[in-house]
């Protein structure tokens, strides 16, 4: 089992900065890969941005590429996501997930075995 809770979100104006926190408890954190979500009014979950176990591979959705920063802390048990230059698109709940086979990074979400309760992410024009 794994818990995962999301912190972090808020309002905050384009082009400005958030910092989203997973924090993690259960199963060993550093064993499984983690990925970041979101879901917009009226829209299906999509991937925004994946890191494995060791933190040394990350992945991101095109449309955050160069402007969000997934990360993870596991003598924390925490991960991150550094949100920059943020725009109005960028405005959903955003949720942490758990993928907990050993296996290449998923960006589906049905791939992934835990979720968050979500943190609001709102940004205004």
């Known amino acids: 089992q794994v818990q995962l809770v999301e912190s972090g979100g808020g309002l905050v104006q384009a082009g400005g900065s958030l910092r989203l926190s997973c924090a993690a408890s259960?199963?060993?954190?550093?064993?499984?890969?983690m990925g970041w979500f979101r879901q917009a009014p009226g829209k299906e979950r999509e991937f925004v941005a994946g890191?494995?176990?060791?933190?040394?591979?990350?992945y991101y959705a095109d449309s955050v590429k160069g402007r969000f920063t997934i990360s993870r802390d596991n003598a924390k048990n925490t991960g991150y996501l550094q949100m920059s230059s943020l725009k109005p698109e960028d405005t959903a709940v955003y949720y942490c997930?758990?993928?907990?086979?050993?296996?290449?990074?998923?960006?589906?979400?049905?791939?992934?075995?835990?979720w968050g309760q979500g943190t609001q992410v709102t940004v205004s024009s």
């Open positions: 890191i494995t176990w060791s933190g040394g591979s990350t």
């Open positions: 259960g199963r060993t954190f550093s064993r499984y890969t």
């Open positions: 997930a758990a993928d907990i086979l050993f296996r290449p990074m998923q960006i589906t979400e049905e791939k992934y075995d835990y």
